[in-house]
């Protein structure tokens, strides 16, 4: 069911709780001792009566990404966001999260938060003692941990980019503004980071040929980023094809799928893109040599035309904002017509 579905079942779910609610106050007489009295002067007031009575009425039920019907406050007060994407997420929408995951180094505010441990090692004795009232979590990253997530008995909501593999970061954002009541909030961020992005895709486009990308992970085997990520997510913002195809094996439960030199050398995009493993500038040159110097890689375009490029180490959805990941991969791009 993708997000536009979702949000019709979730309607069709209120009103029919709207009917019952209804239904129940039809058969109810009006007497003069139903008349409402305020009794609060005389009776001390039960703290966790007035937050059941509110919890009832002011929440509201929706299905999550993997068909769950979650019932979550109208208006969340402490929400715990388990991938720093969705941390920044909030933040865009003005919101301060309780907690963070460790990956987390982006904003100084997000990185003094409380940590709940990793995002694929989350510590549920720290979810507990922060008492969220929405948590946000990632099927990739803590799919496999939904049944613990739900025993805490704080609502949880999942986002799965496999549903609808088209969603890009700013669809999640608003579905997410839309989850939260701040579509005013999301709107604005929304065509701030367009247009934003929308300078540096016009200038690659005049400035350059390039078309197709792929950005790559180095290690025992190549993975590369998937366009439903937030690696992927920058290349669409400039304008360019990831040549990594959707459903991948993998794709499920990780950002980066198996993407052997065989397979990049029949997409042969127009630019290589690897991550850089660290901030040492003489590692990161000694990465770049290993590829260029490869045989395997000569018959590569990008390679040809020095093409192949280790990104910044801080294009990272950990740490760097939208807004640096796009410039700094926009940057590296440009770099190749200066």
């Known amino acids: 069911m993708n997000r536009k579905n979702k949000k019709l079942a979730a309607l069709v779910l209120s009103v029919m709780m709207l009917l019952v609610i209804c239904s129940g106050c039809g058969n109810q007489q009006a007497t003069p001792s139903s008349i409402p009295v305020d009794v609060s002067a005389n009776q001390p007031s039960s703290g966790i009566e007035e937050s059941s009575v509110a919890t009832e009425s002011e929440s509201k039920t929706v299905v999550d990404d993997l068909g769950r019907e979650v019932t979550i406050p109208a208006k969340p007060q402490r929400i715990l966001a388990l991938v720093s994407a969705r941390m920044e997420d909030l933040f865009n929408l003005g919101i301060t999260p309780v907690g963070k995951v460790d990956e987390y180094k982006i904003r100084q505010e997000g990185i003094d938060l409380p940590s709940v441990g990793s995002a694929t090692n989350i510590n549920i004795e720290a979810i507990y003692q922060l008492k969220p009232d929405l948590i946000i979590a990632?099927?990739?990253?803590?799919?496999?941990?939904?049944?613990?997530?739900?025993?805490?008995?704080?609502?949880?909501?999942?986002?799965?980019?496999?549903?609808?593999?088209?969603?890009?970061?700013?669809?999640?954002?608003?579905?997410?503004?839309?989850?939260?009541?701040?579509?005013?909030?999301?709107?604005?961020?929304?065509?701030?980071?367009?247009?934003?992005?929308?300078?540096?895709?016009?200038?690659?486009?005049?400035?350059?040929?390039?078309?197709?990308?792929?950005?790559?992970?180095?290690?025992?085997?190549?993975?590369?980023?998937?366009?439903?990520?937030?690696?992927?997510?920058?290349?669409?913002?400039?304008?360019?094809?990831?040549?990594?195809?959707?459903?991948?094996?993998?794709?499920?439960?990780?950002?980066?799928?198996?993407?052997?030199?065989?397979?990049?050398?029949?997409?042969?995009?127009?630019?290589?893109?690897?991550?850089?493993?660290?901030?040492?500038?003489?590692?990161?040159?000694?990465?770049?040599?290993?590829?260029?110097?490869?045989?395997?890689?000569?018959?590569?375009?990008?390679?040809?035309?020095?093409?192949?490029?280790?990104?910044?180490?801080?294009?990272?959805?950990?740490?760097?904002?939208?807004?640096?990941?796009?410039?700094?991969?926009?940057?590296?791009?440009?770099?190749?017509?200066?």
Do not use: C
């Open 138 to 338: 990632h099927s990739r990253n803590q799919g496999s941990i939904a049944e613990a997530l739900e025993e805490t008995g704080f609502p949880v909501y999942y986002f799965d980019p496999v549903v609808d593999t088209e969603t890009s970061e700013d669809d999640v954002l608003m579905f997410l503004a839309d989850l939260l009541g701040k579509k005013e909030e999301a709107d604005a961020y929304v065509s701030h980071i367009n247009a934003f992005a929308e300078d540096y895709k016009e200038q690659i486009a005049a400035q350059t040929d390039i078309k197709t990308a792929v950005i790559i992970r180095d290690g025992d085997t190549i993975t590369a980023a998937q366009t439903a990520s937030g690696f992927g997510s920058v290349l669409t913002a400039l304008g360019l094809e990831n040549v990594v195809p959707e459903g991948l094996p993998g794709s499920s439960t990780s950002t980066f799928v198996a993407f052997d030199i065989e397979t990049i050398l029949d997409k042969n995009p127009d630019i290589v893109l690897v991550m850089a493993t660290s901030n040492d500038k003489e590692q990161n040159q000694a990465l770049l040599k290993k590829y260029m110097g490869d045989s395997k890689w000569a018959s590569l375009d990008a390679v040809k035309e020095n093409r192949l490029m280790i990104l910044p180490f801080k294009v990272n959805p950990n740490r760097s904002t939208r807004e640096q990941m796009i410039q700094l991969t926009a940057e590296k791009i440009l770099s190749t017509v200066q």
